[in-house]
């Protein structure tokens, strides 16, 4: 084979790599995105749920302390932390507590606004995320992420152990 021809073939070999190369490259960018996209669809279904389950629960009781109490009972409920009350969480989940009591207060002064005569101002709101539950609950998702080094929202995933098919 003639030296020119060696030439063109090691340079069609080297095209062939470098496409190789960049498909490699395009597959793994476009595959994490998608993981990116998957984990954020997961997580604001997540966030839906819990969210909309302690607003249900807010919406039906007028008492503000009983309304945050029975909140974050259905949220540590739904995640299995807990069968019956707060008192079964170690103390270990008090900053967890404390970081979900102004999430819920906010859930439950949207159920349950107070009326504002016309004549008064509308009380000022120190914190704005405090009035807001989902900038409330982004918050806490940032702090629990930041100190227990995983999202907040994986604790609503559960194994599932794979069950026989049985046929009769």
Known sequence: MSSAAESLIARLQADCTAAETAERAVRAEVDSRLKAAEVARTFAWRRLSALSDMAR??????????????????????IGWIE???????????PLVDWLRPIAEALHGQAHPVPVADDVQAPVVADPILSDPIAAFRAFEAW???ERGQPFLLVFERYMPPTPLVEF
């Open 84 to 94: 019956n009350d707060l008192a079964e969480l170690g103390e270990s989940a008090r």
């Open 57 to 78: 629960v807010a919406a039906l009781e007028p008492e503000r302390e009983v309304s945050v109490e029975r909140q974050l009972v259905a949220l540590f409920r739904e």
């Open 144 to 146: 629990y992420e930041a």
